[in-house]
């Protein structure tokens, strides 16, 4: 005789769904400020509505993953959402776990003459949620990686201002490191500044960049060559000690770039390349800038 | 990781001034997945080196744009297909300054750097095939 | 057969690429170019490539020649308005154009011709013109 749960559970749904939010309440981790009692009912009831009725004897002792495929489907938008919202992964799992503890319990209380039955019914129960569990774990990171793409698009957005610090040149602070995505958006959008702007010098200050290795250095280089190719000279700055060193043992020639140690003297030597000259107004000479 | 094809579009290569039409059919498809200018410009120069190789080196062949999807990616995948005499050393094609004819030799690893797929087969006396994708934001 | 108009200012040869080129008319433009500087012993040749959308090796390797052999007839070739799209992708081709002179537009395009070529009288031996700008 084998124990039939879809019919014996769904006879005691509402008190699973009691048990089951219950015990979702108590525990500690429940984010009461990202979601409400009332949507978290509301997602439980709909989950059960759609689980137990599947849970036939056939259902379950064939095993088969993919009758059980509308409830996967329901967990996996559940985890999508909470990963989005900011749950952690314990409270998202605690999710499923909480509710295998309750059908497991109600079940050791209905079925009271049969304890061959019931441990059997219990370890296909179990496999089964378990397999949910992953699922939303699966889903749950897919949303989390989701969430990681869309800020690090937005990071290579905002990371790269540039700032027009003089009539005619520009400035590029770099903070973070140099990847060829990067070096991509650094480039667009510098060459469209300097195109929106009329400027002819560009200076790229790479204090904020933790290392220059070969590649770095390449990218760097590339963004020289392309604004030169558009007319305008791209002055590196922000070069520290350690990194001249590196750039010395790796090999790497830098020599077709200006390059200056502070963001200063590169606006000096732009200064220059542009004719200009900055004098305090209490010299006796011509004021100010000289054009 | 399928990648699904949304259209198709074929033409036929056969003198120099088939090359300015196949790139504005490209540029077309390009826009119309909403593609950043800048990979606009890769993808259409890329395209422009390899099917000068193809008139160059098999006088014409044939090519495909289509618009393709990947997981939520969108892009343009390109074939270059050709009835030439193949090409003996692949390795060797593919390295910056090697060329038969008198190019400046980056026809292929340059066109290579352009796009973020590229693939190529060759068989003596058979032809050449060449397929590259750039993605809307890759 | 399509023809780029070339343009003569003074010492100068304009020219103002309006459509994509195909590989023949690229090619006829480097022979007329050519032609034109000896012809009218220009000293300076600006190419305005604004509205060009593609450049690709073979218009590079075009634009190169140009410039190289334009310095042998003793003219400076300045290549002006490149679309910030094209420089970046010459650059992942591999084509850095090192050789020729490039300034924003046309007028930048002018002063920088103007300026090589006063340099130039001064000091006949300085021929190589390898840096991009008239820096310094």
């Known amino acids: 005789m084998s124990i039939d749960s879809a019919r014996l559970l769904q006879k005691k749904k509402k008190q699973i769904l009691e048990s089951w939010i219950n015990s979702q309440l108590a525990e500690d981790a429940l984010r009461e400020d990202m979601i409400s009692n009332d949507e978290l009912r509301a997602n439980s009831e709909e989950l059960l509505d759609t689980l137990l009725p599947l849970l036939t004897p056939k259902n379950v002792a064939e095993g088969d993953v993919s009758v059980f495929d509308p409830v996967t489907e329901l967990l996996s938008g559940i985890a999508i959402t909470r990963a989005k919202q900011g749950f952690t992964p314990r409270e998202t799992a605690f999710y499923v776990f909480s509710l295998k503890e309750v059908v497991l319990n109600i079940l050791q209380n209905e079925v009271t003459d049969d304890p061959q039955g019931l441990y059997e019914e219990s370890f296909r129960l179990n496999k089964i949620i378990d397999g949910f569990a992953v699922t939303i774990f699966e889903t749950f990171i897919k949303g989390r990686e989701e969430v990681i793409l869309r800020q690090t698009d937005e990071i290579a957005e905002i990371s790269t201002p540039v700032i027009r610090i003089w009539d005619g040149i520009l400035a590029l602070p770099i903070i973070g490191t140099l990847d060829s995505a990067r070096t991509q958006v650094v480039m667009e959008n510098l060459l469209e500044e300097i195109v929106a702007t009329g400027s002819s010098i560009a200076i790229l200050d790479i204090s904020g960049v933790p290392a220059v290795d070969s590649l770095v250095a390449q990218h760097l280089i590339k963004t020289v060559s392309a604004t030169r190719l558009m007319g305008a000279e791209c002055i590196i700055s922000g070069i520290r000690p350690e990194i001249a060193q590196t750039v010395v043992h790796l090999g790497i020639d830098l020599s077709s770039i200006i390059t200056k140690s502070t963001l200063a003297s590169a606006l000096k030597h732009a200064f220059q390349i542009l004719k200009l000259e900055v004098k305090k107004p209490g010299a006796k000479e011509r004021p100010f800038i000289n054009k | ?138 | 057969m399509d023809k780029i108009p070339i343009l003569r200012m003074g010492h100068f040869l304009l020219v103002t690429i309006q459509v994509d080129l195909y590989d023949q008319l690229a090619l006829n433009l480097e022979s007329d170019l050519v032609q034109m500087v000896n012809k009218t012993q220009a000293k300076g040749v600006l190419i305005d490539i604004s509205a060009v959308s593609i450049v690709d090796s073979f218009m590079g390797r075009i634009i190169g020649n140009i410039a190289s052999m334009s310095r042998i007839l003793d003219a400076q070739t300045v290549v002006v308005g490149m679309q910030p799209a094209v420089a970046i992708t010459l650059i992942e081709l591999g084509l850095p154009l090192t050789g020729v002179h490039t300034a924003l537009n046309v007028e930048r395009g002018m002063t920088l011709l103007k300026e090589k070529i006063l340099i130039g009288d001064y000091d006949e031996d300085d021929e190589t013109g390898d840096d991009d700008n008239s820096a310094e």
């Not at chain 2, 993808?43 to 080196?57: C, D, F, G, H, P």
């Open chain 2, 1 to 138: 990781m399928m990648i699904i094809a949304l259209s198709k579009d074929i033409m036929q290569i056969i003198r120099e001034q088939d090359v300015v039409p196949f790139r504005n059919r490209v540029k077309e498809n390009a826009v119309k997945i909403k593609m950043s200018l800048l990979n606009q410009t890769k993808l259409i120069t890329a395209a422009s080196e390899l099917v000068r190789n193809m008139l160059k080196y098999a006088g014409g062949g044939q090519t495909i744009i289509e618009i393709i999807t990947k997981e939520r990616l969108t892009g343009i995948r390109l074939t270059f297909a050709d009835q030439g005499p193949g090409i003996p050393d692949i390795q060797q094609a593919m390295k910056d300054g090697y060329s038969t004819g008198k190019s400046l030799g980056l026809g292929l690893p340059g066109a290579k750097r352009l796009v973020n797929e590229f693939a190529i087969t060759s068989e003596k006396g058979k032809g050449t095939t060449v397929i590259i994708i750039k993605w809307t934001n890759g």
